[in-house]
């Protein structure tokens, strides 16, 4: 275990970016949305690591989407989520506007296996796959019925996966100070430039990462909450989400987890997969 003092030993560059959408009614996402269909954005987020490299954490959505889920049952998840994508703004098309080549991409850190997070994993032929063990082993022998209702499409990974993989070297734990309300740190690239947190529930073995830039320090929190507004104010899902999440429990567990460290630590800026907010801060951006 190490000492949780100056927990981030090297800065990394970050930037936030959507590739594709989904619709969904806002009272799935908030118990106090309105009984109407949004578009929901996919966020993905690319980092410069000064000895790794280009990082990706989550893919976001691509075109590779449509293909996969043609038929059935697949099919059934791009019924229930429509899903908008086109070639243009694709992970890689963004990275490319940016002078970042796919091939570039050195390693993806995949925080669970929805097909919203591996949407685009196939366009970066030689990144190496980081994720927690447990995420993968739950969805990888579900029959494909089982697989659509956990949210996974195995199309959508490169044949060669399991090859490229890197599971998190889960010994690798380091001391987080006690206001983290989170069970355990795991230090993923072994120099504190990145630390992996559980946040199980709404999949299996899903995980955030703690990190910090030179000016700011930044809470990725993948799907443990879906809107900024969400962890300030303490909004939960509609409880029609219970049928989606793996573990009912759990995920009322991380919710009050990101609640609790947001909190004990404003400083963080917490960025959830799907939020909105951050959405329109790109779009200003852009």
Known sequence: MSNPLNLFKIPVELTTLSAGSCKQLEKFLRKDGKWEVIEIPALFTYLKHPTYGSILFDTAYSPHFYKATERLPYALYRYITPVSINKETTPAAQLKKRGIQPEEIQYIILSHFHGDHIGAAKEFPNASFIYLQASYDKVKNKNSFAQTKAG???????????????????????????????????????????????????????????????????????????????????????????????????????????????????????????????????????
């Open 152 to 286: 996974f499409v195995p199309g959508l990974l490169p044949t060669d996966f399991i090859e490229r993989s890197m599971p998190i070297n889960e010994e690798r734990t380091v001391q987080l100070p006690k206001s983290y309300p989170f069970k355990r740190g795991v230090d993923i690239f072994g120099d504190r430039s990145m630390i992996a947190v559980d946040l199980p529930g709404h999949a299996a073995g899903q995980i955030g990462i703690l990190l910090a830039t030179k000016d700011r320090k930044y809470f990725l929190c993948a799907d443990g909450v879906w809107e900024s507004n969400a962890f300030r104010n303490r909004v939960t899902p509609h409880w029609l989400t219970n049928v989606i999440v793996d573990n009912r429990k759990e995920a009322r567990d991380t919710f009050n987890r990101i609640c609790t460290f947001h909190a004990n630590h404003p400083e963080f800026y917490i960025i959830p997969s799907h939020c909105r907010e951050v959405w329109a801060t790109i779009e200003e951006e852009e």
